[in-house]
């Protein structure tokens, strides 16, 4: 969990090889990211586990916009989305 100067909440996005990784609260998610991805680059919207991103692909020069919905991957692991989500503020891309 990051936390900026007002005190809100933010979770971070990254990407490993063929892998996203959404970090928050001391949890690391990991799903199966875009088979050409190299980086996500700006966070363009954050609603509620809803997540559209800038991205670079392999196959393209230009950023193109990428959408992910992190309910259903939530669920997935059997982790309640209202619960996990509620005390997200926003989004922020960090590469480690």
């Known amino acids: 969990m990051s936390n900026d100067t007002h005190g809100h909440n933010y979770a971070l ?3 490993d090889g063929k892998y996203t990784i959404f970090k928050f609260g001391g949890r690391t ?3 199966r ?3 050409s991805l190299e980086r996500y680059t700006k966070v363009k919207k954050w609603e509620n586990g809803y997540i559209v991103v800038m991205a670079k692909y392999a196959h393209s ?3 193109e916009e990428e959408y992910i919905d992190l309910v259903p ?3 997935n692991l059997y982790i309640s989305p209202k619960e996990f989500l509620k005390p997200i503020n ?3 891309i960090k590469y480690e």
Request: proline share 6%; charged share 35%; net charge neutral.
């Open 29 to 31: 998610i990991r799903f």
């Open 13 to 15: 996005l990254s990407n």
């Open 33 to 35: 990211a875009p088979y």
């Open 73 to 75: 991957v939530l669920e």
């Open 61 to 63: 020069e230009k950023d």
């Open 90 to 92: 926003g989004l922020k």
